[in-house]
């Protein structure tokens, strides 16, 4: 009986992941990092249209750590660290962050490959944006672009330490 007892608790203790899970509206983890997706975007102080905006997104791209699920609506947390809630299809999957802004000597190098050896392609100034393209837990592969002038851009490629962005969890691995 004592046996049965053990299988049965074993197994209803490795469905509570799933359950857990089911919570959450879209079934994905919480938290993780999103990016916005289009232009304007009020940010709100609860989860629907009846709820006051706190503030206004006037640039499209720009990354947001999800931190909660409340039917369609998500509330989100920028690198400022402020909070509020905006609708589901404000947002995108796409990966984007910023070099860290804490780092003291200021710029960091944007190197050919994963080797602190590597060519460096580019000196990468603190809050600059980023596409994240994957990570390993240690490196991630990243591109920007840079607006030379009026008439031409030149976009860069290339390997960060991963502690060296905000918009991705320590160790995260995805591609």
Partial sequence: MTRLLLVVLVMVGSLAPAF???????????PRFASTRSTPINVRVGPGTKYEVAWTYLKSGLPVEIVQEFDTWRKIRDADGEEGWVHQNLL???????????????????????????TVRARLGPGLRVTIKQCDGTWCEVST?????????????????????????PDEDFD
Wanted: hydrophobic share 30%.
């Fill in 92 to 118: 995108s999957g796409t990966r984007v962050g910023y070099v860290t802004p804490l780092i003291a000597n200021g710029d960091i190098p944007l190197l050919a490959n994963r080797s602190d050896d590597a």
């Fill in 20 to 30: 857990a899970q089911a919570d959450n509206p879209s079934g994905l983890k919480l």
């Fill in 145 to 169: 672009t840079h607006q030379e002038g009026d008439q031409r851009s030149a976009t860069y490629s290339g390997y960060l330490h991963q502690e060296e962005l905000w918009g991705v969890y």
